[in-house]
């Protein structure tokens, strides 16, 4: 049976609680600006999120993400899975009007320079923590419209995180969706994580096993590869969990847990200092689906400016927004 073996330089809670300190004072300057950028959305304006370059709307919610498992490290309690469940959605609207923002500006032909919208990292990070309290429907529109977003070619970037990589293909093939070409793509991350890393490919084979001696192994080294990839001195050339909200927290293993939850498949209880409570066990799928004062404000502001907003398809995977909540 493998044996915990943590990165030798990871973070203690300690250390990860101190260097949360500071973004609580950083909140409040994020939220003026999106404020002030959401405003000139609802009078009309594009929805550009990078109109701000000091701050965009998706660094906001990471930050709030990561105070708020400093806060429950430090104070102790519950994961306040509402609150938590309401910013996700928030971000996941974030993503689905900027990609029909994009959209429209180059079928217009607009002149600006759009950039991507996010590389493939972020795109997975929010993918893990999202399956975390998500059900099954849910994630599954979740998947389909990242995938989306892969195929209309608004993901670029040249870092090659694996873990996010196995965890699309992996959530492309057990939602059934047509396997995209993902060797085509013309970066860095156009590889198959299952032949760059061997414990992707014995995982592959064996997350939906009944073997939980098997299961606790693999999954046991899968958090043993967390810490080493979310160090601050990582040497192996990688870096999966480089923002603060993925470093303490193993959401990959949720995801895992929650594919095998929606198969009828038990989880094996893990011993290991990234699966302290209450980041123990999975939690049952949150059902109070309400987004948070600014993403209500963002809603309310995208069905005015895209007055078919509840019925815009990206591509086929996308049926509407209303299936997400």
């Known amino acids: 049976m493998t044996s915990n073996n943590l990165a030798p330089r990871f973070r203690s809670k300690k250390a990860y609680i101190k260097s949360q300190q500071y973004v609580v004072s950083e909140l409040g300057r994020m939220h003026t600006e999106f404020d002030i950028r959401i405003a000139a ?27 708020a498992v400093a806060d429950v490290f430090e104070n102790g309690g519950e994961f306040k899975l509402e609150s938590f469940f309401s910013l996700l959605l928030t971000i996941y609207l974030d993503l689905y009007v900027r990609a029909l923002q994009k959209n429209r500006d180059e079928n217009e032909g607009t002149s600006r320079q759009l950039p991507s919208i996010l590389p493939p990292d972020s795109l997975g990070d929010r993918l893990m923590m999202l399956s975390y309290c998500c059900n099954q429907s849910q994630l599954k529109n979740i998947t389909a419209l990242m995938l989306d977003l892969f195929d209309l070619g608004f993901v670029r970037g040249e870092e090659t995180n694996l873990t996010q990589l196995f965890l699309f293909r992996l959530a492309e093939k057990e939602f059934g969706f047509e396997p995209r070409n993902w060797a085509a793509d013309k970066y860095k991350w156009a590889v198959d994580p299952r032949k760059e890393e061997p414990l992707f490919q014995a995982l592959w084979d064996h997350w939906d096993s009944d073997d939980h001696g098997l299961l606790t192994d693999l999954l046991t080294q899968l958090l043993n590869r967390h810490t080493f990839q979310a160090s601050r001195n990582n040497k192996d050339g990688g870096r999966d969990f480089g923002a603060p909200a993925m470093e303490q927290v193993p959401w990959e293993v949720f995801f895992l847990y929650r594919l095998r939850k929606i198969k009828g498949l038990s989880n094996p209880v893990l011993n290991h200092r990234l699966m302290e409570p209450p980041f123990d066990l999975l939690p049952e799928p949150e059902t109070h689906h309400k987004l948070c004062p600014r993403g209500a404000r963002l809603l309310a502001a995208a069905r005015k400016h895209f007055p078919d907003f509840d019925q815009l398809i990206l591509s086929w995977r996308i049926r509407s927004w209303e299936l997400l909540v």
Not at 44 to 64: A, E, I, W
């Open 41 to 67: 959305f609802e009078n009309g304006g594009n929805y550009d999120h990078f109109t701000l370059t000091k701050v965009g709307f998706s660094p906001m919610p990471y930050r709030q993400i990561s105070t």
